[in-house]
Structures are given as structure tokens and as C-alpha cells.
Nanobody, 115 residues
Framework: QVQLVESGGGLVQAGGSLRLSCVAS????????IGWYRQAPGKQRELVAS???????SYRDSVRGRFTIFRDNARKTVYLEMNRLKPEDTAVYYC?????????WGQGTQVTVSS
């Protein structure tokens, strides 16, 4: 069973940057596509970006050009580099497989962007 631990969130001003990390346990991690999700208060969880096991990436329109997802299979880690952050990026960020969800959700990491 793969366990996921997210970290790297924090409080930043609009226009700032953060790098999130998703560290996974389990031997099959490198075989899985992984996505970063976010959930803002009162809103549904949404997929923000994903990366395949072949390093193909996809992004939500609202973050394309500002966020970059990449992975280091040797470290069993998927990163989300977030630049030019906006207040509407404020949310708890989680990682998991793109739908259908394959793993138990982690605790997430809070990202707060002040205006």
C-alpha cells in the first residue's frame, strides 16, 4: 500500500513562489501517474496538474504557465513548482493518482496566498 506525504506549503504574497513535495512509500510508485489536487474552503477538490510514468504532463488551464510538475522516481517524490501565485491558488494541496484515485489521501499541505 502506497502512503503519500505532502509538504512545502506556506504563506506567501501574491506573485511569490512555492515548491510542494509529495513523497511516496511503496515499490510501485514509479509505475503510477501522479497528480496534484487542491481543495479550497467550500469547494470541491480539483486536479491541478498530473505527470505520467513517462513524464508527460498536463495542467489545469488556470495554472498552465505558472505551475510545473516533475518527478524524481529515485526519491519517490513528485514536485509542484508554483510561480506567480495568486490569492485564488489558496487551498490545501494533495497528491494522488489521477482519477480513478488509487491511494489513500494524505494530510495535504496548506498554501495561502495573500493579496
Amino acid at each position: 500500500q502506497v502512503q503519500l506525504v505532502e509538504s512545502g506549503g506556506g504563506l506567501v504574497q501574491a506573485g511569490g513562489s512555492l515548491r510542494l513535495s509529495c513523497v511516496a512509500s511503496g515499490r510501485t510508485f514509479s509505475l503510477n501517474a501522479i497528480g496534484w489536487y487542491r481543495q479550497a474552503p467550500g469547494k470541491q477538490r480539483e486536479l491541478v496538474a498530473s505527470i505520467s510514468n513517462g513524464d508527460s504532463t498536463s495542467y489545469r488551464d488556470s495554472v498552465r504557465g505558472r505551475f510545473t510538475i516533475f518527478r524524481d522516481n529515485a526519491r519517490k517524490t513528485v514536485y509542484l513548482e508554483m510561480n506567480r501565485l495568486k490569492p485564488e491558488d489558496t487551498a490545501v494541496y494533495y497528491c494522488n493518482t489521477p482519477p480513478p484515485i488509487a491511494f489513500t489521501w494524505g494530510q495535504g499541505t496548506q498554501v495561502t496566498v495573500s493579496s
